[in-house]
């Protein structure tokens, strides 16, 4: 029944632009924080993005602060992730994942989808 769904990934060149968008169902998605994680092949998992539940407060990975940007539309049970100038380095399997406000034991994750930046 809970189900989180990536999509937006592809193919594009350095310093191009995709929007990542992952649709919720199943939960009370305003009472979730929701975060994008990556992983690249041979690495671990790392925090790219999140936002609180109520959209107040966003927070970014080093490496991509200033290019990244995470919002959501609660009326949509939808987060999104605008990644701008690409690079190489941002190729990942990218992940959608909520967390219970207040337990972060209650926790849901999408499936992933693959962006490659590549010439």
């Known amino acids: 029944q809970v189900q989180l769904v990536e999509s937006g990934g592809g193919l594009v060149q350095p310093g191009e632009t995709l929007r990542l968008s992952c649709i919720a169902s199943g939960f009370t998605f305003s009472s979730y924080s929701m975060s994008w994680y990556r992983q690249a092949p041979g690495k671990e998992r790392e925090l790219v993005a999140s936002i609180t539940n109520t959209g107040g407060s966003t927070n970014y990975a080093d490496s991509v602060k200033g290019r990244f940007t995470i919002s959501r539309d609660n009326a949509k049970n939808t987060v999104f992730l605008q990644m701008n100038s690409l690079k190489p380095e941002d190729t990942a399997v990218y992940y959608c994942?909520?967390?219970?406000?207040?337990?972060?034991?209650?926790?849901?994750w999408g499936q992933g989808t693959q962006v490659t930046v590549s010439s």
């Open positions: 994942k909520a967390r219970y406000y207040a337990s972060s034991y209650m926790t849901y």
